[in-house]
């Protein structure tokens, strides 16, 4: 009979401790929840102009790899240099000039591209990787995105009543003031973007069109500054209300301002045609690329959104909504006729065969620059 109580004892105290554990056990996990864990967010962080890609592409290469694009934009060369030069910036993939990737590379603030990763490369142009080269020797550190050209937009009416049969479209038109001044009274613009007027100037005086001389760089502010008298206005970079609008007949800028200027031309009902010209006497070619740099914290990421941009069918696109040429051969058998007929965007070979480039300055340089082309526009 004791026996018996002690067992029944024992079982009631073990009951016991058992339900105080388990009470315990509860109250542990009421104060202390347990949070799920989850795979880290796969994202690559984008640093480029605003509207320079189809935003279905950027959509799609998420929907492809689970890689969600963070696109965040500059609007000037001078914010993504800033910005390069913060440690730990953040960016993961960067859309950058030529002169810009050569003054990044020698500062050491780009990584080198693993190009067997890269399984896209081999639709690289062959002659955009030659120019490209100018700036990255070897191509080691950026392929091409998107290229274009400096050249001239005009009302084409007012260059049939204006220009002499006997003078070519050269550059004649621009620096010779008699053949300028017939312009005047319909209004001639030039693009606010010094470094690529000069490279121009230095071009036109038969100087190398990157030269770093400071001589040479005042020889081109002096033709510039012969300008002045005959030009409206100076524009800043996408501006084309004027010329849409008709009230500017002739502008120096960019080849994507053609099709920008004749969109809203037709927008707004102002019944202007407008055109585009590489003059003879050679084209000034603008490289935008891509590019990694040293500090990106998804660089694996980064090679796979660079490799899918530079997929035949993808540039193609970005192109069909950017209306900017880009470095992909291959690609042209993806863009419309209408685009790749265009010579304001995909120039004749000899057109490219005239392409030259601008240079990279340094601080020197730059600040005389800058100096120059205020005294060209201001005339003082």
Sequence with gaps: MIDRQHRWVSVGLRSALLIRF??????????????????????????????????SVLDDFTKETGIKIAYDTYSANEALDAHLAIKNGGDDVVVISGPLLQKEIAAGLLQKLDKPKLTSIKSLWPEIVGYLSAYDPGNLYAVNYMWFTLGLTFHAEAMQTRQEKTVPASWDMLFRPELLKKFADCGVEIQDTPDDL?????????LDSRSKSLADLK???????????????????????DLAGGDACLSVGWSSDASQARKQAHDSASHVTIDYISPKGGTLLLL?????????????????????????????????????????????????????????????????????????????????????????????
């Design 219 to 241: 020889k081109a502010a002096d033709l510039l500054y012969g300008l002045r008298r005959n030009v409206k206005k100076f524009r800043a970079a996408g501006d084309l209300s």
């Design 288 to 380: 935008d690329n891509l590019a990694i740099p040293k500090d990106a914290p998804h660089p694996d990421a980064a090679l796979a959104l660079i490799d899918y941009l530079m997929r035949p069918e993808i540039a193609a696109r970005n192109t069909k909504t950017t209306h900017f040429a880009n470095g992909i051969l291959a690609s042209k058998a993806f863009i419309p006729r209408d685009i790749l007929t265009d010579a304001s965007i995909y120039p004749d070979p000899s057109t490219m065969k005239s392409f030259f480039i601008a240079g990279s300055y340094t601080q020197q340089e730059q600040a005389l620059i800058a100096r120059e082309w205020l005294r060209v526009k201001t005339g003082k």
């Design 198 to 206: 000069f490279a121009l100037a230095l071009h036109y005086l038969k």
């Design 22 to 55: 388990c009470v315990l056990i509860l109250l542990f996990l009421w104060s202390h929840p347990v949070v799920a864990q989850t795979a880290p967010e796969k994202i690559v962080n984008l640093y480029a102009w605003a509207d320079y890609f189809d935003p």
